[in-house]
């Protein structure tokens, strides 16, 4: 499609490595509308160590919505997230919402710093910071408390909060599910003959 093929799967086969040789096989680059691949570059989806795609799940995953180890894109989501919205163990971007949150607008997470509002356990900001434990022009005040209540992000948080379980659950499976499918898509290649 539109000189792409609609689904490319290119992983490294560590089979092919001489028994002799230190050197580990090539990466290889998958480049389609669907990636699956060591390298992943996909239109709508990529999946690999590291990915680029609308959806990108990997080692290193940039994209749309990106979920892995490293995130960088819109809306990230990962051990440290980088992007506008983003959600993670260290999330940094125009929103976030994390064990650390860092963003310019609102951060909320167990420690929380931003230009303009703050809320966790550990709140830091110029202008409204709700919490235990906080630092701004308003703090635990009225002003702060309206601000937060109902606040989309605060709202996500709680209901994290609330699923946790659940959610470990499904992050385990997709976390396990490209290692998965690169593993059975390398345990059904042929090996290569060595050539002398």
Not at 26 to 52: F, K, M, N
Not at 111 to 133: K, S, T, V
Not at 163 to 182: D, E, F, G, W, Y
Request: net charge neutral; with cysteine; aromatic share 6%.
């Amino acid at each position: 499609m539109l000189g792409l093929p609609l689904i490319d799967i290119r992983v490294s086969n560590p089979g092919a490595m001489p028994p002799s040789s230190g050197d580990p096989p090539s990466r290889q680059t998958a480049r389609g509308w669907i990636a699956i691949g060591d390298r992943a570059d996909g239109i709508l989806l990529a999946i690999g160590g590291v990915a680029r795609g609308r959806v990108a799940m990997g080692g290193m995953a940039i994209g749309g919505v990106s979920i892995g180890g490293l995130s960088m894109c819109v809306l990230p989501i990962g051990g440290l997230a980088v992007g506008a919205v983003a959600f993670g163990g260290e999330a940094i971007g125009w929103q976030a919402c994390g064990g650390g949150a860092i963003t310019w607008e609102v951060a909320v997470g167990g420690g929380a710093i931003a230009y303009r509002a703050a809320y966790g356990g550990g709140a830091l900001a110029h202008d409204l910071a709700f919490g235990g434990e906080v630092a701004a022009l308003h703090t635990n005040d009225e002003v702060a408390k309206n601000f937060f209540e109902g606040y989309w992000l605060v709202e996500s948080l709680t209901w994290f909060g609330a699923h946790q379980s659940s959610l470990t659950a499904a992050i385990v499976v997709l976390s396990l599910l490209p290692a998965l499918l690169m593993t059975k898509l390398m345990c059904r290649r042929k090996p290569i003959a060595p050539t002398s």
